[in-house]
């Protein structure tokens, strides 16, 4: 795979094998993160758009040269209120990145690159969407010296993945897995349109989030209760879908009786693309 470090000159490319590395040289913050205490270089906020009940995600490295950030999930309705927290935090946005496809919602990856042209949009390559940078599962993504894991997480569509801080002494403890729509708190995804699969569904959470530490932090795309984060333990134990057997799963997700997305005719075409339904380049 490739290896990839982004500086404030061109691009160096190099080659390491099972590895792909994105980094940035950017400038030094304060700010702590409230949720990974032990990481104090971490700047970590999580953002809530009301009509589709989605969370959007900044996290940014706080002692790094230059405050390097990223964004998950950005949503384009409150796409102008993530990128005015960046600047009143003083930090650089480079990355806006999509655990998947969304199909209630428009992202805000393509928006974010019309008012800050350096961002470079980021999604899974199995996902068949356009965007700058296409990860595939065992990358990392560097932001400064903080990088996420990318984790393959298909069943609500083919091409979702779930990105997880990395295992090391200068990385955020506990651990931060951001699932996208694969695992909720208390629930999951549907699993009955764009490629999804109940079956493969529990296989991904049970091989990929399950198997992470037990007080490893959850963050979903969405929550519908007014919940904001879980952990491995909680949901392993209180999942009413999820902890349960693989065929008690499957016939829940086969009887839920959910109503046509009322966004998706207008979200998944446009997400594609981006969040740019006009766009005419390869990459958005």
Known sequence: ????????????????????????????????????????????????????????????????????????????????????LVKELGLKLIYAINTHVHADHVTGSGLIKTKFPGVRSIISKASNAKADIFVEPGDKIYFGDIFLEVRATPGHTLGCVTYVTGDGPNQPQP???????????????????????????????????????????????HDYKGFTVSTVGEEMLYNPRLSKDKETFKNIMQNLNLSYPKMMDVAVPANMVCGLQETKSEAC
């Open 175 to 221: 651990r931060m897995a951001f699932t996208g729509d694969a695992l909720l708190i208390r629930g999951c995804g549907r699993t009955d349109f764009q490629g999804g699969s109940s079956d493969k569904l529990y296989d991904s959470v049970h091989s990929q989030i399950f198997k992470l530490p037990k007080d490893t932090l959850l963050y979903p795309a």
């Open 1 to 84: 795979m490739l290896r990839f470090r982004l500086f404030e000159a061109p691009f160096i490319q190099s080659f390491k094998p099972h590895t792909f590395l994105i980094r940035a040289q950017m400038g030094s913050y304060s700010t702590t993160s409230s949720s990974a205490q032990n990481s104090p270089k971490l700047v970590f906020r999580q953002l809530f758009e009301k009509e589709s009940s989605t969370y959007t995600y900044l996290l940014a490295d706080a002692s790094h040269p230059q405050k390097p950030a990223l964004l998950i999930d950005p949503v384009d309705k409150t796409a102008d209120r993530d990128l005015a």
